[in-house]
């Protein structure tokens, strides 16, 4: 296993077993780090390094009068927020990507952000989603579900975006298509969504995503898959690699939220393993790695993390959900790592409170 891959795995593994011989290298998750929002749900950051040293986090956020599922799916935004350190915690800034309208593909909803520098740019790679309907508000809450017209819809428009800017600060310019849509009779048929890119030296990206593609009764759609789509540059066109995917029920297993970086060694990802078939765990997390963003193979040793948490509090606690890994990486280095993350016993239905939280790395 490589160097980075051993840091990353000490790091965010809280469950301490013969194996591991670094545990006191493991620090402890800040209890007033990361990023939370009174009056709305928070999920999914993505962090980078500002030209003034100044840490810039894009997270989603949508108003807590909508249940967290699926209330995401059709009314959330993305904001930005700022600290002078990694661990925060993180001042609300401004909304980067914000509602523009149904008749945009992402007009009513953008989710998941991946934030990359490239060079003097600065690229916003998201989810976003529309629906052709009145807006959800409190006076007719009751008529909204997963089942309502609203997610019916906003679950089959969703799409991976991208906005670019100069500045971490904005303003960001989005396209008004997709990067990548779906294509039938594949595993992404039925929608596309959380982009996880990496951008190489040359300029060319690798890019992860999520797919569904539709069930035999044509309406439905199925089980998560994660696909893999390479362009020359940033700008595109994205082409996806196969109609094969990386993962699946029917490949390795099915996982969700993979985040890619890169050091001298090669490519790594970290995942969630949706059903446990990797882990032996469902929700935990998992590692692999590549050579090139194509080819992945799970590490021997594939346990990246649990939901158990130790705080600076002295405090270990169980959280109701860990998910959306990122890693920050600094001089080629990872040094941090965020989740998005739930309270209460499990079960986003369960949940009374979401905040972006964060775990550093203790350097030697």
Same mark, same amino acid.
């Given at each position: ?12 593994? =809280? ?84 509602? !523009? ?29 529309? $629906? ?16 309502? /017209? ?22 960001? %310019? ?37 797919? !569904? ?28 690699? !196969?109609? =094969? ?8 297993? %099915?996982? %969700? ?10 490519? $790594? ?47 270990? =606690? ?5 998910? !959306?890994?990122?890693?920050?990486? %600094? ?18 239905? /369960?949940?009374?409170? =979401? ?10």
């Amino acid at each position: 296993m490589f160097k980075s891959l051993f840091c990353l795995f000490f790091l965010v593994s =809280t469950v301490i077993n013969a194996q591991n011989k670094v545990s006191s290298a493991l620090s402890e998750a800040p209890v007033k780090g990361g990023f939370e929002m009174e009056g709305y749900w928070v999920w999914g950051s993505s962090v980078v390094k500002g030209n003034n040293g100044i840490y810039h986090m894009y997270a989603s956020r949508w108003p807590k009068f909508l249940p967290f599922h699926p209330g995401w799916m059709i009314a959330s935004e993305i904001v930005h927020a700022t600290s002078k350190t990694p661990e925060g915690p993180y001042k609300f800034q401004d909304v980067a990507l914000g509602t !523009r309208g149904a008749q945009f593909w992402d007009g009513r909803s953008s989710h998941n952000p991946k934030v990359v520098k490239y060079k003097d740019t600065y690229i916003l790679y998201y989810m976003g989603s529309t $629906h052709p309907f009145e807006e959800v508000t409190e006076e007719n809450i009751d008529e909204f579900s997963l089942q309502s /017209k609203w997610c019916i819809a906003g679950r089959w428009n969703k799409r991976i975006g991208m906005a670019i800017s100069k500045s971490p600060d904005g303003p960001w %310019e989005r396209y008004d298509t997709p990067i990548l849509a779906v294509k039938p009779n594949t595993f992404y048929s039925y929608l596309t969504s959380n982009p996880s890119p990496l951008i190489k030296e040359d300029g060319s990206v690798v890019l992860l995503f999520k797919g !569904r593609n539709y069930k035999d009764d044509g309406i439905s759609n199925a089980d998560m898959s994660i696909g893999v789509a390479t362009a020359s540059s940033f700008v595109g066109p994205y082409t996806v690699v !196969r109609d =094969t995917p990386l993962f699946s029920t029917e490949h390795l297993g %099915e996982i %969700e939220d993979p985040h890619i970086w890169s050091d001298t060694e090669g490519l $790594h990802m970290v995942a969630k393993d949706q059903r446990g078939k990797i882990t032996g765990v469902a929700g935990d997390g998992l590692l692999a790695h590549s050579k090139d963003g194509i080819q992945w193979e799970v590490d021997p040793n594939p346990k990246a993390y649990t939901k158990l948490v130790k705080w600076d509090s002295g405090k270990t =606690t169980k959280q109701g959900q860990l998910e !959306r890994p990122f890693v920050l990486v %600094e001089d080629n280095v990872p040094t941090h790592i965020f989740f998005a993350t739930m309270d209460g016993p499990g079960g986003f239905s /369960k949940g009374s409170k =979401t905040w972006n939280m964060v775990i550093p790395l203790a350097q030697k």
